[in-house]
Structure formats: structure tokens, C-alpha cells
């Protein structure tokens, strides 16, 4: 038995109750079906002996209709006892599947295709219910008819017919062996080109505009064509095996029929047996052709079911690489009081002020880093390399630095996205590696660049935090970020569904939502990564205004390509190829002369330039 097959075992045994009841039910309807025959055989004989009258007839017919009924309704019930617990059974993978995938970690997803991950969502789920229910279903009916067809055969006649009859099917069990096999592996390259088809086409919906813009339509066509045509050329491999197996067995099947008309018709000349004996037996022996064909079906679908778990347990199996370490615990501070930064009240609807309530606890937010070197894979170069820094509590770090030196990288490290190398970066005096992974989340509001927005409202996307306040505090926030006018522009306001990915809205407006959902959060960290990129510096000078009175007493990390958002920060760095090249306060930093100097005046040149055109 392979380890797929276990496992899928192990899911069904789950509900091990409710199919014990479905397959009670399904051997009831058995038993009756099997009991049909007979009843007709020694209706067969009784007439033939003219032993019957018309009382006689009608009981006959009456307990066929009788058996009738009691096989319907049991047919009810295992049809809702196996089929539907099939459906329970796809329903508690499905939900398995996406929790775990909601655990995994980014460099998961970074190897990860999205359409990939569907196919198993959609196709591999399917064939899991397909042979938890028709599988189960046919597997316990052939064994069930089979096994009682062959008794009553054997009891009703002589035993060298039955024997006789049943010559074909050792043939039929091996051919059904090797057909299984290759049904295995070619519904797992059916199901891995089905997912690179589903990657093929997700890519191009959510990229149409750049294939649109660069004029790449009928490439794409091509390429997908392509695809398609692997898949279907794959997928008819694995019909033309399928194909085979019910053929296979209605031959099989027929050279039994075939010996037992030519020996019985024989047995009947000679009066060894009575024509409603023979009647029965040829009964009993099509029903045999049912089971015949279900064991195809089953082993069909069980290869099907069984190299679909395999491709959703080899996820399953996936371990997420940031995980609560083995005694986490919270700074001291966080334990007293976990968000020192209240509520947003109303502001203006300028958004340049904004007041803050604070309480009389203490600061929360140091944020120390001790020779933080960080490289993503073994292999590669690192990334960080040595760096140190303190951030006190309450007060604001500006980054700058130009594409790929390391910005990023520091406060994914900071949330976690990725893990830390251990005793190298802290806040509030404990490595953020033994801090839990809810708390520290918690604890801080990230906006980062490219904003990812949900297809619902904005109202929605806003208060996606869990308690965030729909009220003022949502509106004061969106004024701060400067959206608030943008989004009452809409027809529907705060209430507009967004499209995919947040499509409905610009660049601009997308970051900006971002910023105003961090903003709500009201967390003791705030980290804005660059989302301000898209936005003018009209714009940035009033967001950044009314971002003042909300980074008093609150640790505030800015990262950022100009100069004019970080210069009003209480610290400076300039990452250049993941090492701090130049540290101080704006003024400082003018001072040097250096490469923040040089930034700042080829940016004011540009303004002035765009002040004359």
C-alpha cells in the first residue's frame, strides 16, 4: 500500500461512522437485488409446472414491487451517507489545504506558481471527492454483489458452472493491474499540465494590460495554445488507457457468458437443472458484469484520487519557515500595555492636523539591530551585510538608498516575512525571533509599496484589521493619506467595490489607501516602505504634514527614493549595497556632503526645473 493511499484512507476513516451507515444501506439494496432473481426463478418454474393462479401471480409481483421500494429508499440513504460524506470530506481538505497555505511562508510562495496552487484548489480536490464518494461507493458495491452473486450462484446450482462461468476473470484482475498503474502516472502528468495551463491563463488575465500595451496578444495566444494542446495531447493519453477498461471487461464478460450458455443450456437437456434455475443463474451471472466493470471504475478513480492527494500532501508537507519559536514571549513593556497610541480623533478635511490621544504608559517601539547580516538563500550574497542601529522608542528612521540595497529587506526582517539570523535584531531588547508572530504583526503598521487591495469596498479594504472602527477614525485616517476627496468622488464613496487587486484605482490612490489602512491600525511601529512612490510631492508635502502629529511618541521607519520624506526624521541612513554608508540627521548628513548631499541636489534641481516649466 503506497503512502498516498494511506493517507487517503486515513482522511475517509474520519467519517468512518457515517459511511459505515451509507454502506449498511447499500448492502440492504444489494440484498434485495440479489433476492429479484431468485423470486423470478421460482416464479419461472412455479408457471412452468402450472403450479400458479391468478392470487399466486399477484403475490409474486406484489413482493417484486415491495423489494422495489425498500431498495429506493435505502438507495436514498446511502446515496446521502456516501456521497454527501464524500462532500465533507472535500470540504475538510479544502479548508486544510487553505489554512496551511495561509501559514506558509514567502519563499513558498516565491517558488510557488499561482495557477498552480489552483489546480490543486479545483482539479486535485475533485478527484480526492470523485474516490472518497463514486470510489467508496463502487468498491464496497462490487465487493458486495460479487461476493453474494457467488454465493447464491454456487448454492442454486452445480458448482462446475459457476466455476466455468467465472474462467475470464483472473485474466481480468491482471489486466486491471497494469491498467491501474498507468492510469496512476498519467493522470499525474494530466494534473501537472492542467496547472501549467492555469498559470498560463491567470498570468495573462492579470497581466492584459501589459500584453495590451506591448501588443502581445496573439503571442500570447500562441504560447497558450501551446499549453493547451500539451494538455489535451497528455490528457487523451490517459483516455486511451481508460478507454480500454470497460471494453476489456464487457469481453471478458462475455466469454463468460458465452461458457455458461453453451455448459448450463446443456445442464438443462439433460434435466440437471430446471429452466428457472437456469433463468436465475444467467441473472446472477450479468449482475457479475456490474461488478466487473465497477472494479475498473474503482481503480480508475482511486489512481485518480490517489495521485491527486500525493500532489496535495507534498503542500501539506511544506513546513512554514516563520513559526513561534519554542519559549516566545513579549517584551516587558508590551505586556503592561500593548498599544500605547489610543485613537485617531476627526481631523480636517485638509488632513494637515491631526491630534493624537496618548496615555501616560510608556513608549513602546526601540528597535535595536546588532551586526544584522541577512542573506536570502545560502548560495546567494548576502544581502545586509553587518549592519548596526538603534531607534529609540517614539522616534522616526528615514532609509534611503538606491533600488536593491537592502531597504526591503531590513523591515520584511522586522515583521518577519522572512526569519532573522538569531541575536541580530530586537525591539524593545528582544529578538524579534522570540517575539510571537501575532503580537509582533500586531504591534506594527506596514504600508508597503506595491499595495495589495482586495476585490471588495474601500470601506472593506480600510478596516481590514480586526477592530478597526468604520466611523471617524476611518475618515480621519483616509484625510491624513489625502484619499479621503479621491474616494468621495465615487458614486458609491466608501462603499465602491473595487476590482481585482483594487484595478478601480490608480497607482496613487492605491498606495495612499494602504497608508490610511496602516494608519488604522493605531500601532506603537508604523513602517511606510516607499508608498508614497506614486504619488506627487504636492501630495507627499500635505500627507507628510498630517503624518506629524501621528509620529509623536510612535517609532516611525520611512523608507524612500526622495529625500523631502525623510528629512524631517530623527535619524537618517543610506543603505548602499546592504551597509550604512552615511548616517546622521538631514543637516548632518547635508554637512558630509556625500551621496545623501548629491540626492538631495539633483532632486532640488528637478523640482525647481518642474516649478519653472
Known sequence: MSRDFRILIAYLSRHRRRYLLGLLALLICDLGNLTIPRLIG???????????????????AGSVVSLALIISLFRYVWRMYVMGTARQVEFDLRNELFLHLEKLSARFYATRKTGDLMAHAT??????????????????????????????????????????????????????????????????????????????????????????????????????QAENRDYVARFMGLIRVQGLMEPLIQVFAGLGFIIALGYGGNQV?????????FVAFNSYLGMLVWPMIAVGWVVNLTQRGVASMGRLQEILDQKPEVTDAFGATLPEAWRFSPNPLTTLADSPASGAETSVALNSQPRLGRIEARNLTFRYAPNLPPVLKGLNLVLPAGSTLGIIG?????????????????????????????????????????????????????????????????GVSRGAELLSAARVAQVDTDIQEFPRGYETLLGERGVTLSGGQR???????????????????????????????????????????????????RVSAVKSADQIIVLDQGQISEQGTHAQLLALEGEYWRLYRRQQMEEDIAAIE
Open 269 to 277: 437437456l439433460r434435466g440437471e437443472i430446471t429452466l428457472g434455475t
Open 511 to 561: 498606495q495612499r489607501v494602504g497608508m490610511a489602512r496602516a494608519l488604522l491600525k493605531k500601532p506603537p511601529i508604523l513602517i511606510l516602505d516607499d508608498c508614497l512612490s506614486a504619488v506627487d510631492t504636492a501630495t507627499e508635502a500635505l500627507i507628510l504634514a498630517g503624518l506629524q502629529p501621528l509620529m509623536k511618541n510612535r517609532t516611525t521607519v520611512i523608507i524612500s527614493h
Open 123 to 224: 482539479n486535485d480536490l475533485q478527484a480526492v471527492r470523485a474516490a472518497a464518494g463514486q470510489g467508496v461507493l463502487m468498491a464496497a458495491d462490487s465487493f458486495f454483489m460479487g461476493t453474494i452473486t457467488l454465493g447464491m450462484m454456487l448454492s442454486m446450482v452445480d458448482w462446475r458452472l459457476t466455476l466455468l462461468g467465472l474462467i475470464p476473470l483472473p485474466l481480468l484482475t491482471i489486466s486491471i493491474m497494469i491498467l491501474g498503474r498507468l492510469i496512476h502516472e498519467r493522470f499525474g502528468r494530466v494534473q501537472a499540465a492542467f496547472s501549467s495551463l492555469s498559470d498560463r491563463a491567470q498570468e495573462n488575465i492579470a497581466g492584459i494590460r501589459v500584453v495590451k500595451a506591448f501588443v502581445q496578444e496573439e503571442a500570447e495566444m500562441a504560447r497558450f
Open 42 to 60: 421460482r416464479f419461472t418454474d412455479a408457471l412452468n409446472g402450472g403450479h400458479l393462479n391468478s392470487r399466486g401471480i399477484l403475490a409474486y
Open 402 to 466: 538606491r533600488t536593491g540595497s537592502g531597504k526591503s529587506t531590513l523591515v520584511n526582517l522586522l515583521v518577519r516575512v522572512y526569519n532573522p539570523p538569531p541575536g541580530q535584531l530586537f525591539i524593545d531588547g528582544v529578538d524579534v525571533n522570540l517575539i510571537p508572530l501575532q503580537a509582533l504583526r500586531e504591534t506594527i503598521g506596514y504600508a508597503p509599496q506595491d499595495t495589495f487591495l482586495f476585490s471588495r469596498t474601500i470601506a472593506d479594504n480600510l478596516a481590514f484589521a480586526p
